[in-house]
């Protein structure tokens, strides 16, 4: 990982860390301290790990060229393409349904 990503880490590590024990010792009276630790942990593992999905995803879009996923449909209308199972849109909830008489 990268000097950036340490400190991320680290620093969202520590905040929390310190927020947790600001916390308990506020509301409870008492610093549970390896509550405190284990909230470091967590936090720390999880902010590791969106640092490194989050360059990860930009060095992937960065290497196909593709800007991301496109806002339009294959029709041109605003939003993603429509499947079958999307509910019906306002003008097909409108019609009256097809019949075979």
């Known amino acids: 990982m990268d000097p950036r990503g340490v400190a991320e880490t680290v620093g969202a ?3 929390s860390s310190a927020l947790a024990a600001v916390g308990l010792w506020l509301f409870a009276g008492v610093v549970n301290w390896p509550l405190v630790a ?3 942990v967590v936090v720390a593992l999880a902010s590791a790990a969106a640092y490194r999905d989050r ?3 930009a060095d992937l ?3 196909s060229g593709d800007d991301g996923p496109s806002r339009r449909g294959g029709d041109g209308a605003a939003g993603p393409p429509r499947s079958e199972h999307d509910p019906p849109a306002r003008d097909e909830a409108a019609r009256p349904p097809d ?3």
Do not use: K, Q
């Open 38 to 40: 284990g909230v470091g």
């Open 55 to 57: 360059t990860t995803h």
């Open 99 to 101: 019949s075979d008489r």
């Open 61 to 63: 879009v960065e290497d």
């Open 13 to 15: 590590a520590l905040v």
